[in-house]
């Protein structure tokens, strides 16, 4: 096998080796290269003594009055109201929450709206709402003319219904005993 | 030497890493049927639970922060956190990467949260536990204790040294036996970062700790 220090893989393999996690196959290719090669057992024998080190330093013992305090905690919790429960969930989540995320997405959002409404709400607003003024100076245009006989055509329609409607309800209610007033 | 470390030309079978494997699997599935117990009103399921992870979470938060009063108060919000959270679990993720995620998360706000004066106030506290421990198991002459208790100050020094995410990782690698997956996980990064994280890490630690070898 090729040199560890050579290899790309060179530190994940050393380290799966001296941690005893290393494949069967790749730990006897390792342990048959290392009698040959002295600098890849340098580095073998120098991370192994970095491991049995770390083993010096001995796990702490916990408290035998740990779970009882514990158990206190989730007592005083489940005991106390309910917003104050949700607002602990909320607040403390159990694995942390990237707020940023929403928070990126909806900024985005927002100038994309933002954009939108700047760039094409004035080509759409202005011909729907005119103004007060620009109908006032409008008013001996043609189309002017043109808008003020449409009204007059409306109210003439209104009116000949008015006159019409009466006439067409008596025969739609003979037997009512409520006579239109003009006949 | 740790128990994960292959004995000099002795190296474990096929058949046995089959095993362990199955073991491991096993393990973590029961770890999410407790939880999902939990979910269901089990409290029996969650002093299993408490029972099979609190050393292995109170060690980790211990060489995080350095700190045992610290160590265990985290320890504690770690698992209430998991029992705050037990209506919402979902058996998605292993129940271990979880809880080592959750309790990363707390020890590194810690960290970040500056508290300089407990962490010197945790070393003369420590010296004296490692010299009592020491004493208790080997018995040990006055030399040897005082030869280990320096060892372990400087690697303790050594790990404290380490960035964070450096020293999280190192700690979850070497004595929780969590593999790079796991690490990534709780972390919240690739694996590759994951393993580059530990490169920079163990070579930083055989630097600072050659003269002790």
């Known amino acids: ?183 | 030497m740790s128990p994960l470390q292959p004995s000099p030309g002795v190296q474990p079978s096929a058949e046995s890493g089959v095993n362990q494997d199955m073991e491991a699997v096993a393990a973590l599935e029961r770890d999410a049927q407790l939880m999902v117990r939990v979910r269901e009103g089990d409290e029996v399921s969650f002093a299993l639970l408490l029972e099979r992870h609190r050393s292995p979470v109170v060690n980790f938060l211990h060489r995080m922060v350095q700190n045992r009063a610290v160590s265990e108060e985290l320890a504690q919000e770690v698992f209430l956190r998991v029992y705050r959270s037990r209506e919402t679990y979902e058996p998605t993720a292993k129940f271990t990467t979880w809880l080592f995620r959750i309790a990363t998360h707390l020890a590194l706000n810690w960290i970040r949260d500056g508290q300089k004066e407990k962490r010197n106030e945790s070393l003369s506290e420590e010296l004296i536990e490692g010299a009592e421990r020491q004493v208790a198991d080997r018995q040990p002459n006055v030399e040897q204790s005082m030869l280990q208790e320096v060892k372990v100050q400087e690697i303790r020094r050594a790990i404290e040294a380490l960035p964070e995410k450096q020293r999280a990782a190192v700690l979850m690698h070497k004595y929780q036996s969590l593999d790079y997956s796991h690490i990534s996980k709780a972390l919240g990064c690739t694996e590759s970062a994951v393993k580059s994280l530990l490169f920079r890490a163990y070579e930083t630690l055989r630097s600072r700790l050659a003269h002790l070898a």
């Open chain 1, 1 to 183: 096998m090729d040199c560890i220090k050579n290899d790309k893989q060179g530190v994940e393999i050393l380290t799966d080796y001296c941690a005893g996690a290393a494949n069967p196959e790749v730990a006897a290719e390792i342990s048959a290269h290392i009698l040959t090669c002295a600098e890849c057992k340098a580095l073998v024998d120098a991370q192994r003594k970095v491991w049995e080190m770390l083993d010096a330093w001995a796990p702490a013992e916990v408290s035998p009055d740990f779970d009882s305090r514990l158990y206190a905690r989730i007592a005083q919790e489940q005991t106390g109201p309910a917003w104050r429960r949700w607002w602990s969930r909320l607040t403390q989540p159990a694995t942390p929450y990237a707020w940023w995320k929403p928070a990126v997405s909806m900024a985005v959002a927002g100038a994309i709206v933002s954009f939108a409404l700047i760039t094409r709400l004035p080509e759409r607003t202005a011909p729907v709402q005119p103004t007060a003024s620009i109908a006032h100076l409008t008013a001996g245009t043609p189309q002017a003319g043109a808008d003020q006989v449409d009204l007059q055509q409306v109210e003439q329609a209104l009116d000949d219904l008015d006159v019409v409607a009466p006439a067409n309800q008596v025969p739609s209610a003979p037997g009512s005993s409520q006579a239109p007033s003009r006949l």
